[in-house]
T-cell receptor, first 115, second 113 residues
């Protein structure tokens, strides 16, 4: 149980275009989901907290206009990287927990490459 | 602010040997502690967690970890590693009611035959 699905697993896009990444909780409802970014050989950095039915909460230094988050239902959150640039190339991972206090479950991540 | 330190960036262990990965945390209260494992290009899988109670916790794949409050540590151990254990291991801390997790920088584990 507690499966988090992330799509796509890999995406290559051209500089200036936008890319949407989906994060779904398959067997539980998640009022909150989390988006992380991971640079090569580094740890996970929390980008934002996605809240169902309300605005996302962004961590300091994360551009909310560049990384648009939508959490329209209890099982789906999307992260859109707008006007992507090569420096946005990274590994993006979403997570959610099935209940308050339960451990986070992670998606398999999305490798974004901006050319 | 809370922080997590994993002092070892890379560890190499022979298959069948024992393993200990270190994790130290700095927190104002008793945190919730986690160990996650990440295979290349994959998301994170939960190995084990500590919330309260017995300070020695058992996880999946034969891993265990011990919470030592006096040392602010939560080291991960395995008596005998397998080649399939080669991966990146992350220690993380959080607070109940605060859903954010803070991750350590990770320890890459290499297994040699």
């Amino acid at each position: 149980g507690a499966v988090v699905s992330q799509h796509p697993s890999r995406v290559i896009c051209k500089s200036g275009t936008s890319v949407k990444i989906e994060c779904r909780s398959l067997d539980f409802q998640a009022t909150t989901m989390f988006w992380y970014r991971q640079f090569p050989k580094q740890s996970l950095m929390l980008m934002a907290t996605s809240n169902e039915g309300s605005k996302a909460t962004y961590e300091q230094g994360v551009e909310k206009d560049k990384f648009l988050i939508n959490h329209a239902s209890l099982t789906l959150s999307t992260l859109t990287v707008t006007s992507a640039h090569p420096e946005d190339s990274s590994f993006y991972i979403c997570s959610a927990r099935p209940a308050l206090g339960a451990p986070l479950h992670f998606g398999n991540g999305t490798r974004l490459t901006v050319t | 602010a809370q922080s997590v330190t994993q002092p070892d960036i890379h560890i190499t262990v022979s298959e069948g040997a024992s393993l200990e990965l270190r994790c130290n945390y700095s927190y104002g209260a008793t945190p919730y502690l986690f160990w996650y494992v990440q295979s290349p290009g994959q998301g994170l899988q939960l190995l084990l967690k500590y919330f309260s109670g017995d300070t020695l916790v058992q996880g999946i794949k034969g891993f265990e970890a011990e919470f030592k409050r006096s040392q602010s540590s939560f080291n991960l151990r395995k008596p005998s590693v397998h080649w399939s254990d080669a991966a990146e291991y992350f220690c993380a801390v959080g607070l109940f009611g605060n859903e954010k997790l803070t991750f350590g920088t990770g320890t890459r584990l290499t297994i040699i035959p």
